[in-house]
């Protein structure tokens, strides 16, 4: 098992000064694997604080349309469970219309990978879409974006009473996503801080032995599950194999 943290559009110090409190008290040194960035970390100091997420060993980081950091390449494709899972990382403004499943399936495609991470809408996505899974991990500070639409949500997050995608103040919902990949079955957690909690959903994709073969896969529905329990400390542990039993 290997639990991967993906986040991303931090806009740190220019937008906003941190991670909410909460986030940083669960992204522990010692936990993380792994972490995938989508960009637009924007200052030095907030690289090292991811490095040190996991020990100060490299992180996967591409560059954002914010990112002056030198060096960060514009797209990287990480590969696990013996190259069977490959997962292609991008910020997504390359992407138009932004966040659109068409334009990002024909990226994946282009890259050759099963499982593509990308971001800048500043709002979560989960999505099977052509035998392919698509995660859009949000802004893990909430940072405003312009292009941002509260009334459009990214990944809806229904409760009984409504759809919530914003904030009180209509700003992007900071979030952060955990992947638990087990061979090349991923379980995806992913966490929101609503209304001073933190919050989280599961996702489980498995790749399909081949694509469009699964009808499951091939249905082309984004899939948008409900707000999860609060979870002020530790992860809930919906399957044996979750990340709370591996030491969260």
């Not at 993906?6 to 008290?25: A, E, S, T, W």
């Not at 694997?33 to 040190?52: H, I």
Request: with cysteine; proline share 8%.
């Amino acid at each position: 098992m290997v639990l991967v943290l993906v986040l991303g559009d931090l806009h740190i110090p220019h937008r906003i000064h941190d991670l909410p409190h909460k986030f940083k008290k669960l992204l522990a040194p010692g936990k993380i694997t792994q972490v995938l960035c989508t960009g637009n970390v924007c200052d030095r100091e907030t690289m090292d604080y991811l490095r040190s997420i996991v020990g100060g060993a490299e992180i996967q980081v591409v560059r954002g349309d914010y990112d002056e950091l030198p060096g960060l390449p514009s797209s990287l494709t990480v590969t696990h469970s013996n190259n069977s899972l490959r997962i292609g990382l991008i910020h997504g403004h390359q992407s138009l219309p932004l966040g659109s499943l068409d334009s990002l399936s024909a990226i994946a495609r282009q890259m050759d990978v099963d499982f593509l991470v990308s971001g800048a809408t500043h709002a979560v996505q989960a999505a099977e879409y052509d035998g392919r899974f698509f995660l859009n991990p949000g802004t893990a500070t909430g940072a405003w974006t312009g292009a941002w639409n509260g009334s459009k949500p990214g990944f809806a997050v229904s409760t009984n009473e409504a759809v919530k995608s914003t904030g009180p103040n209509g700003d992007p919902i900071p979030s952060f996503a955990l992947m638990d990949i087990q061979g090349t079955v991923v379980v995806t957690y992913v966490y929101q801080f609503i209304d001073g909690d933190v919050k989280v959903e599961k996702v489980e994709w498995r790749k399909p032995d081949g694509y469009g073969v699964d009808e499951r896969v091939g249905s082309k529905t984004p899939m948008t599950p409900g707000v999860g329990s609060v979870m002020p400390q530790t992860i809930p542990s919906p399957t044996p194999m979750s990340p709370q039993n591996a030491g969260w």
